[in-house]
Every structure is written in structure tokens, then in C-alpha cells.
């Protein structure tokens, strides 16, 4: 018993000693940068090089964590260099002072300034400022589709430079479906359908929200462009909760159990990896809403970084920016092909070596000319538009609700949420 | 008679002053991370504060009165009592079931019951992961041997269409605590009862009614409290088998299915997902009044109706 | 015991029944173990089989490296360690108090400490996390010491029943030679109730093996803890999950806490059929 107290009374001594000497920090001294990112977007080995090579900065990277984002933003202190999602969330967080103004940074840098593609990039520039840069962008709802599952159903290859209707793409996603061998058509994946109705209302001339963003639109045409993803999981085309998925909609396609995913340009770097990939994947353009008629497509917005208002070291915290946008991290995933790099300097460096890279890459390049931003509205987080999104999605496949009663649920929770995000921005 | 007064009282203060010094750890500790934190909670949840709002301003308690017209609430709340009442069947049944079987006067009980213990033992992320697997439609073990035992002729969606037994299996599979507790109160059973039990003629069954449950009455009391507490307070378990909410290699915080939509994953929800924070403290509180008044109300119940030689 | 036919046939309807729930328990177990000697594609397979091919420790390998085992494990083993040693110390403490000293305040302090299970934790994470900004102590172990001195309501109700056993007279005899009430505690009390410590040890330490929210909260990549890092490091480039490294990953994870039941199963299954825990 005795040993066990002194024990504990040693580790005491040197827990509080470690606490006394770490809890202030010299202003002078080397600035240590909090990243908040997934380790896939900034990896470990680009922290550790970074590191070594400048040991006045030194970054420590967190997981992207709502809780702790929210706790921080409250104490006042929130990461420096933060990963965002999706890009559709920039007007959100501009509206609500949390982003720092990189305009001025960008056009005093000449590895950034002049190089922006602002087509890509647009949603990271919001009411003439620039906020961030996608880490690169996508033009996610282009198909990829599983050439195998169309030559065993007897079903010619979609055109790879001529645009199928949605009407098109649902019919021949419900012929390639078999749900009792565990085979969809197609799939939604996490809340891009968000990002889909936007292109889709894009098309039809029509907003998805009315009032300034602050309603959502109850117009039929709109609320019909809703139903068609309740449809896609209810006839069994995607999946639902009898028939689920073992992992995303992307390891999913790769086993075979999805003949046709709207991922768009990076998920090709994803298929790069399995063996014959070139022969056995196929490129196809996003749907339209009207034959021949007007294209739009989207990036989300693009995942990528944003710099807090509240850094105290906004010019160090921007040196790592433009290090990871234009240096090392950023030649290195150009080269890997994993999205269109927001310089267009970087962008000759995509892959194009095989039939299969050139299609996703010429398919990307044209659609770039159809991108807008993803109308999903400043007052509220893309995350609401989900979650709201698949209670009342699950409420109509359990058979509760109708087909309108589904749209309904969504509406009335997101007007709530919306109405909320105006009192919080004090209007 | 006045001195052994004063002597009593001298105890009494010293008495005092010891029980302080030992408490003052746990007291200094409670009002820190829980006291100061909830009352911090309450406070807030007065305001309409929203994760990043840019003026705060008091509303008294119109979170609250929104609390009780929100159906949404009510119907985790509502999934978090039935989860927790089943929850305590199985803890309590079924645990108590496990300790007569392994309590038998036979060889080897010794093994049977550590390895019942076992996977009590695992981390509940771990179990958590382990079922999901164990769980999936396509690729999970038990759809795998059931229809190889030829009993399922098409795979079933466990994690999809029987969210709630999922979540119950993993209570299930940690039953060996409770197990361990009714060991526990099976030992303190004086064996001459049962002698004399025997003397009578009395078989297992009567012996049963009679002896063990009555004396084992407490311990099924406490079991009862602890399980609906634990229930209650379910969080991390919806997430990790919920069907739809595997994104990259990752699981995310999306919302689980309504039946394990708890109360806990519905405050997560509310305060971090849709940054909704005075009313999400406002829905938690209602919530800690709710436990609190069940528990001390079932305390109250059980104390009356359970043989107890209660101590202090 | 006398061998009849008929308890011959009661043996064996006990075992096959006793057998039968090891099966069912094990099962998760044994699916967890054939997940993680498949490959992948073994796995993914369109009607899978019940067991591997071949033992294949690739898994293995490779979850040991993709997970960074030694750091996370050094982080969870120094979090987990803070936290049994203060929390253990600190309950043992207060279940001391709500045990031998019976004032009248003892009453409102034992609920107090029950109660204080039933508070829905998710409220406190802001404000906690606030005051442990405010504490500097964000991304710092140590923080675990501390969280730990305020000790677990389940082991101060533990030690407090494990201390009612003792008889009073040791005490009093002790008090009468004039030694302080630590003194006490800390030479004649404690060690009295060594199979308590231990169980209570061994809570306190799967407790914090688990925790997922504060390690995800207060600590930063490198820092952080294998309840944390197991959810996020089984992903390849493609962004697909491993099933077959996370479930040899899983094993890793739950190694020490087996090892440690395995080690300390007696004192467990010992105190607890003392009948520490009373109702």
C-alpha cells in the first residue's frame, strides 16, 4: 500500500510540475499551429516534414470533431488551419465571423494569387472575399459506372461525352439493379443528395429555397425533385434499411454491388487501385433534367481549408496554407489525381496516362464550365440538411408517411432550423 | 452528565472533520467537473444561444416549455425508456438466470463463469465494432451461419431493420457484470436455509420462491437501479451500428434510426449537429429531473418492498 | 456425489447447457477472430464462408503498423494508469467517509454521489472542456490525474461496502493509541480491504481504456488514445474500411484489458462473491 502512495504522490509531483511548465507560452518562442483535419486530407508525414524544416512553426493536428469545434469556438480559441467539409458551408461561416479574410494574403502571394482557378474555387469566395481554397475540386455528380454489370444485362454503354436525362439514369439503374443478390443501380452517397436537388432546381429554373434562403421552396416542381431520391431507395434502386451496404457507396461499386455511382472525378484515383480498373470502369457525364437542355453540375463546394478569424498567428498560419496549397502537399496530390488542384499551374500534373484517366479527366475539365455553387443557405449547416434529410427519409421507407408526407417532415424541420439560423445571426 | 455531553460533541466534531477531510477529494472533484459544469448548462440553456450566435440574449424559460411541445424529444425519450426497460430485463433476468446455472455444485463452474464475464471485459467501442460486423447484412458471421444451418433462406438486415435488437444484443453480451453481482448475493445466502429447506422436503423450484429470491431480493433491487441508470444513459452503441453511418473508413455522428435514437445521440444532435446549445442543455436537463425522480422514486419502492438488512 | 443415472444425466443436460451459452457468447468472438484472418476480398466475397481459407496474420501486420500501435498504446496506457491510480485512491477516500463516519450529513453525501451517476454527461462537455482550457491542460495526459481524483460514484459504493465489513474495533483501538484519522486509513484500513482495491483498480482502468469522448475532445492526433485512433486508422487510399485489419486491430486493442482480467481474475470473482456489492 505504501508504495502504491508514494507512486501516486511521484506521478502527482510530475503531473503538476508538467502542467506548471507547459501552461504558459513564451510569445517569442517558436508558435505551435492547431490543424483540425482528417488525416487523409493532411497527412501525418507532411506534418512531421513541415516540422522539421521550420522549427519557429510547429503544427499538431486534431480530428475534425463537432464538439470540440463548437467548445473551442466558445472559449476562444478554435484551431488555427481548419478542414471544412464541404465548401457549401463557406457562406454559413463568413455570416458568422469565423473565417479569417485571405483576400489581401492572396493577392500578396505570387504562388496563389495569380494562379486561382476561380471556377473551382468559387465557393471558398463569397461576397468579394476570399475565405479559403478547396484542397481541390470535383465535379462529383459525374457517373462512374461498372462496365461488366452493363455487358452481362445486355445494355450498351452510356455516352461519355453526351449527357443522359435523370428520368434515363433512373430507368437504366432500376434494369441493373437486382436487389435480391444484394445489387443497386446506383447510390446516394452521404448528403449529396443536398448537392443533387441543387443542380437538379439549377436546371429547372428554380431555387430551392425561397425568401432569401431562409424557406425552404414549396413549389411542386421543387418538391418533386426531393422525391425522386425518396423513389431511388424505395424501389429498391439504392439502398435502404432492408437491403443495406457493407461500407460506402464506394467500396460498394469496387465489390460489385453497384453498377453505376455519381462520385465524380477523385473517386477514379480510388479505382486506380483495383486490378484492371481501366478495362473494367467507365466514365460517363452528369445527368440533365431536360434532354439536350442546360447542364449544371457541383463540387459540394470542395473539401478544404480555411484559416480562424480568431489565430493569433494569421501570418504563419497563412505560410502553412500556401505551403500546402502550392508546395510539396499540393504537387503530390495533383499527381495522385485525387481532385482538380484550385492552382491551375498544378493542374497539368493530373494523371492521364490511360484511356481511363483521360475520360474522368476530359469529362472534369468540361463540366468545370457547368459548376454552381450548391444552394444549400447560409443560415444553417449542410450536416442539418442530412440529418433532417434522413429522418424523414427512414419515417417514409418504414411506411409511415407518404411520399409528401416525407417532404413535409424534411420542410417543416429544416424551416425550423432555418428560422433558427436567422435569430442566430441576429436578424 | 454535562462532561459526556461535551466529550460527544468533541467526537462529533472530530467525526465531522474526518468525514470531510476524506470526502473533500470527491467534493472538490464533483463540484468541478460536474457541479460547476451542469449548473454552467442551466444557465445557458436560459439563453437562445446557438453554437456560434453573434448576440446572446436571456429568454427565461421558454427552452423549457419548448421541450415539452417537441415531439422529436419525446420520441427519444420515449425510445430511451423502452431501450432501458428491456435493457433491465435482460440485465436482471438474464443475469440472474446465469448465476444459479453457473452457482450449480458442479466441476469447472469456475471456467464457465470467467469466460461468461469475458466479453464484459472488452472495451465498448470494441464491442461495438465487433457487432457491427458480426451483424452486417452481407458480410456478417451471423447471417453467414444461419443460413449455412439452413435456417435463414435470405440474409437478414440486422443493423437496418432490427436496430434496437442490435443495440439490446450488445447488452446482452455484456451481461456477465450483472451475472457477477448476483454471484455476489448468491454467496451471502447462509446454506444452512437451504439445509433446512431440504429437512422439509422442499425442491428446487419452492426452494427458489422461498430462499434465494427473497434474499436475493436487494441485490435484484440494486441491479434494477444501475441497468435503468446505464440504459438511460446509452450513447456511444446507436452510432457504431447504425446501418447507414460508415462514410470513408469512418463512423460518423449521424443520427441513428428512431428506435435507437436515444436521448443522449438526440442532445448530441441538437447541441453539436444543428448547434441548437441552450435548447439542447435545456432537452439534457429535463432529462437528468426525469432519471433523477424515476430513480429516487424506484428507490423509495424497492427499499419498502425488498428484504434488507440496509445499513446506514 | 454419488453417481446415479440420474445425476449422470443432470451433469450432462448441465453442461450441454452450459456449453451452449459459452457458444452464444462466443460467437461475436469467433467472428471477430475469422474476419481477421480473411483477406479482404475473402470477406467481400458474395457468399462468404463462416471461416478463413488459411490463417493469414497479414492482418496482422499491417494493423499494427496502420494503427501506430506503440505510441497510441504508450498514450492509453499513460491516460488509463493516471486515472485508475487517482480514481482508485480518491474513491477508496470517500467510500472511507460514507462508511465508518456516521454523521448526519452521511445520508445526503451517499445519494449525492448515486446521483451523480444520473447526470446525462453530454451536458457537461462544453463546460468542461471550457474549464480544462482554462486549466491549460487541453492535450495534456495529465488531465486524466486529475479527472481521477474525483473519484467514480460505483467504486466509492464499492469501498464503502468492503469498509462496512470491518469491525469497528480495529479502528478504535488505533484511535485510542492516538493515531490521526489518515494514519488510519492509510495503515490499518486499507490494506484491509486489498481485494476491493483491486476490483476497483481494474473498473477504473477499463473505464478509461473505453472512454471515447474525452480522448477525442482534449487530445490531438499524436496524443490521443487507441478508443479514439480505432475508429478513424482503419481506412485505405480508397477510402475504404479495412474490416479485416480493423477486426486484427480490435484484437490489439483489447489485449491489455484481457490480460489484465485474466491476471487479476481472482481477486475479482473472489471480492465479488464476498458480497462487496450489497443492495
Request: overall charge positive; glycine content about 8%; aromatic content about 14%.
Amino acid at each position: 500500500m505504501k508504495k502504491i502512495l508514494i507512486l501516486l504522490l511521484v506521478l502527482l509531483a510530475f503531473g503538476f510540475q508538467g502542467w506548471a511548465a507547459g501552461g504558459t507560452e513564451a510569445p517569442t518562442g517558436p508558435v505551435t499551429l492547431r490543424i483540425m483535419s482528417p488525416a487523409s486530407d493532411f497527412t501525418d508525414e507532411w506534418i512531421a516534414a513541415w516540422n522539421t524544416a521550420n522549427p519557429n512553426i510547429q503544427l499538431i493536428r486534431e480530428e475534425v470533431n463537432q464538439a470540440k469545434w463548437i467548445a473551442d469556438h466558445l472559449a476562444g480559441t478554435p484551431a488555427d488551419i481548419i478542414n471544412v467539409g464541404a465548401g457549401a458551408d463557406i457562406p454559413y461561416f463568413a455570416r458568422r465571423n469565423l473565417l479569417l479574410d485571405l483576400t489581401k494574403y492572396f493577392s500578396g502571394s505570387s504562388k496563389i494569387g495569380p494562379d486561382i482557378d476561380k471556377e473551382g474555387s468559387g465557393s471558398y469566395f463569397f461576397e468579394n472575399k476570399w475565405y479559403g481554397l478547396p484542397k481541390d475540386y470535383n465535379n462529383v455528380t459525374a457517373i462512374t459506372y461498372n462496365k461488366e454489370m452493363f455487358t452481362k444485362a445486355g445494355i450498351p454503354f452510356p455516352s461519355q461525352t453526351v449527357p443522359m436525362t435523370y428520368d434515363e439514369f433512373y430507368a437504366l439503374a432500376k434494369k441493373l439493379s437486382q436487389p435480391a443478390k444484394g445489387i443497386f443501380g446506383t447510390e446516394i452517397h452521404g448528403n449529396w443528395s443536398t448537392f443533387i436537388a441543387s443542380d437538379m432546381a439549377y436546371m429547372l429554373g428554380k431555387t430551392l429555397h425561397v425568401e432569401n434562403q431562409s424557406k425552404m421552396n414549396g413549389d411542386p416542381v421543387v418538391r418533386n425533385i426531393w422525391k425522386y431520391f425518396l423513389r431511388l431507395r424505395k424501389d429498391n434502386i439504392s439502398s435502404n434499411l432492408t437491403n443495406t451496404l457493407s461500407g460506402w457507396a464506394g467500396s460498394a461499386f469496387q465489390s460489385d454491388n453497384i453498377a453505376m455511382v455519381q462520385l465524380g472525378y477523385w473517386y477514379g484515383a480510388s479505382c486506380a487501385a483495383i486490378p484492371g480498373f481501366d478495362q473494367k470502369y467507365g466514365w460517363a457525364p452528369a445527368p440533365v433534367m431536360v434532354k439536350g437542355g442546360t447542364r449544371v453540375t457541383n463540387s459540394l463546394g470542395a473539401t478544404g481549408f480555411v484559416i480562424s478569424a480568431k489565430t493569433k498567428y494569421p501570418d504563419q498560419a497563412f505560410k502553412v496554407f500556401e505551403w500546402y496549397m502550392a508546395d510539396k502537399p499540393g504537387i503530390e496530390r495533383a499527381e495522385t489525381g485525387w481532385g482538380i488542384p484550385p492552382l491551375k499551374s498544378l493542374q497539368s500534373k493530373l494523371p492521364y496516362g490511360n484511356a481511363f484517366d483521360k475520360a474522368r479527366k476530359d469529362i472534369a475539365l468540361e463540366e468545370v464550365k457547368y459548376m454552381r455553387p450548391p444552394q444549400t443557405s447560409w443560415y444553417t449547416r449542410n450536416e442539418v440538411y442530412l440529418n433532417n434529410w434522413k429522418e424523414a427519409e427512414r419515417e417514409y421507407l418504414s411506411g409511415k408517411l407518404t411520399e409528401d408526407g416525407a417532404i413535409d417532415m424534411f420542410y417543416k424541420s429544416m424551416n425550423e432550423a432555418l428560422a433558427l439560423g436567422k435569430q442566430e445571426v441576429g436578424e | 452528565m454535562k462532561s459526556k455531553l461535551r466529550t460527544s460533541t468533541f467526537f462529533e466534531r472530530e467525526k465531522r472533520k474526518s468525514f470531510y477531510l476524506f470526502m473533500s477529494l470527491w467534493i472538490l472533484g464533483f463540484a468541478v467537473f460536474q457541479l460547476i459544469p451542469i449548473l454552467w448548462g442551466f444557465n445557458a440553456s436560459l439563453t437562445n444561444r446557438m453554437a456560434f450566435s453573434l448576440k446572446v440574449k436571456f429568454v427565461g424559460f421558454e427552452n423549457y416549455l419548448k421541450v415539452f411541445a417537441d415531439e422529436g424529444v419525446f420520441q427519444s425519450i420515449y425510445a430511451t425508456f423502452i431501450f432501458s426497460l428491456l435493457n433491465t430485463v435482460i440485465q436482471v433476468a438474464l443475469g440472474f438466470a446465469l448465476a444459479l446455472v453457473v452457482n450449480t455444485r458442479i466441476r469447472g463452474k469456475g471456467f464457465f463463469r470467467l469466460f461468461y464475464y469475458l466479453p464484459y471485459v472488452i472495451p465498448v467501442v470494441a464491442t461495438g465494432w465487433i457487432l457491427r460486423i458480426f451483424f452486417d447484412k452481407n458480410v456478417g458471421t451471423l447471417n453467414i451461419l444461419l443460413s449455412n444451418l439452413g435456417i435463414i433462406s435470405q440474409n437478414i438486415s440486422w443493423l437496418g431493420d432490427h436496430t434496437l435488437f442490435t443495440v439490446l444484443a450488445a447488452g446482452f453480451w455484456r451481461v456477465g457484470w450483472s451475472m457477477l453481482i448476483f454471484l455476489g448475493g448468491l454467496a451471502t445466502i447462509p446454506s444452512e436455509l437451504y439445509d433446512a429447506a431440504d429437512v422439509d422436503g422442499a425442491g428446487p423450484v419452492r426452494k427458489l420462491g422461498i430462499i434465494t429470491l427473497p434474499m436475493i431480493s436487494p441485490f435484484i433491487a440494486f441491479q434494477c437501479v444501475v441497468s435503468f441508470i446505464y440504459g438511460m444513459q446509452e450513447f456511444i452503441l446507436p452510432y457504431l451500428l447504425n446501418p447507414t453511418a460508415i462514410r470513408g473508413g469512418q463512423v460518423t455522428m449521424e443520427n441513428p434510426p428512431r428506435a435507437t435514437f436515444f436521448i443522449l445521440p438526440k442532445g448530441y444532435d441538437l447541441i453539436f449537429n444543428k448547434g441548437r446549445l441552450a435548447y439542447g442543455f435545456a432537452v439534457l436537463w429535463v432529462t437528468f429531473i426525469i432519471i433523477l425522480v424515476l430513480s429516487l422514486i424506484y428507490a423509495r419502492i424497492a427499499k419498502k418492498s425488498t428484504y434488507s438488512e440496509m445499513d446506514g | 456425489m454419488k453417481t446415479t443415472p440420474k445425476t449422470i444425466i443432470q451433469s450432462a443436460f448441465s453442461y450441454a447447457l452450459l456449453i451452449g451459452i459459452l457458444f452464444v457468447f462466443f460467437l461475436p468472438i469467433i467472428s471477430m477472430l475469422s474476419v481477421s484472418f480473411k483477406t479482404e476480398a475473402e470477406i467481400f466475397r458474395s457468399s462468404p464462408s463462416l471461416f478463413p481459407a488459411s490463417i493469414n496474420l497479414d492482418n496482422y501486420g499491417r494493423a499494427l503498423t496502420r494503427l501506430n500501435l506503440g505510441a497510441y498504446l504508450y498514450n492509453t496506457l499513460a491516460t488509463s494508469i493516471m486515472y485508475t491510480l487517482a480514481c482508485t485512491f480518491s474513491s477508496a477516500m470517500a467510500g472511507y467517509a460514507l462508511a465508518r463516519f456516521n454523521v448526519r450529513e452521511n445520508g445526503f453525501f451517499f445519494t449525492l454521489v448515486l446521483s451523480s451517476m444520473m447526470i446525462p454527461y453530454i451536458i457537461t462537455l462544453i463546460p468542461f472542456y471550457l474549464l480544462v482550457k482554462d486549466l491549460g491542460l487541453t492535450n495534456r495526459h495529465v488531465l486524466w490525474l486529475l479527472y481521477g481524483l474525483g473519484g467514480a460514484p460505483f467504486l466509492i459504493y464499492l469501498f464503502r461496502q468492503f469498509f462496512a465489513t470491518i469491525p469497528a474495533s480495529l479502528e478504535e483501538s488505533a484511535r485510542m493509541d492516538g493515531a490521526k484519522p489518515l494514519r488510519i486509513f492509510f495503515s490499518i484500513m486499507l490494506p484491509l480491504v486489498k481485494s476491493g482495491t483491486i476490483i476497483s483498480a481494474i473498473f477504473a482502468f477499463q473505464w478509461s481504456w473505453q472512454n471515447y469522448l474525452m480522448p477525442a475532445l482534449f487530445l490531438s492526433s499524436l496524443k490521443t488514445t487507441l478508443a479514439v485512433q480505432i475508429n478513424v486508422a482503419f481506412q485505405d487510399i480508397q477510402q475504404n474500411i479495412l474490416l479485416g485489419e480493423l477486426m486484427a486491430g480490435v484484437m490489439y486493442y483489447i489485449a491489455i484489458p484481457l490480460i489484465l482480467f485474466f491476471v487479476f481474475q481472482r481477486y475479482i470473482m473472489q471480492g465479488m462473491l464476498e458480497g462487496g456489492v450489497k443492495g
